[in-house]
């Protein structure tokens, strides 16, 4: 489980705070690399969504911008607005399929659109667009290259029972994979 909430935590260029002291101590920049690829692998209510979200808040604390690839259809607005996200300036597309959310991934990281692109992936099977093993890996790989040199931070949530494909291409480009379990339920007011 993840340590209680308290305030803003600053961010800085090198990394945005998760907003849990504890998890920044631990990771030595202050927070979650800024120019680096973050995976967030967990079970249901482990807190990888809620880090996620808690990353996006910090990231327009601090005045950027923020997309939500939802692939896994999950964003949950009562939530978001729970851990700080203004709504109504989150970038929200929501692909139907694994290959047009890459695509999308790459024309915001070429364009320098966004501050922190996240990538909730879904636990079930997608969809459209049959992406071999090698190709996945190489497709990723180019996205953790673009998000590396245009300074964005690409975080993806990763659920459970991901194909192995895909587990492995994530495994290969994630600079930092966080393993969450819960352990308690964060209680907030």
């Known amino acids: 489980g993840l340590p209680g909430l308290s305030g803003l935590p600053a961010t800085s260029d090198r990394a945005i705070s998760t907003g849990f002291h504890a998890l920044d101590s631990i990771l030595g920049l202050g927070g979650l690399p800024r120019a680096a690829t973050t995976a967030l692998h967990g079970d249901g209510t482990s807190g990888a969504t809620t880090l996620a ?21 999950s964003l949950d607005p009562v939530e978001a607005e729970a851990r700080g996200v203004q709504l109504n300036w989150l970038v929200v597309l929501t692909p139907d399929s694994l290959e047009e959310a890459l695509s999308m991934a790459a024309m915001l990281l070429q364009d320098r659109t966004v501050d922190l692109l996240l990538l909730d992936m ?13 190709n996945l890996a190489e497709r990723f790989g180019r996205l953790a290259a673009l998000a590396r040199r245009a300074g964005v931070q690409l975080i993806v949530i990763e659920p459970p029972n991901l194909p192995s494909a895909l587990a492995g291409a994530l495994t290969q480009v994630a600079a930092l994979r966080l393993e969450l379990s819960r352990r308690a339920w964060i209680r907030l007011g």
């Open 53 to 73: 979200l808690q990353a996006v808040a910090q990231t327009q604390a601090a005045g950027g911008i923020a997309a939500y690839l939802d692939l896994a259809r």
């Open 122 to 134: 879904p636990a079930r099977p997608l969809d459209g667009g049959k992406l071999s093993a090698s």
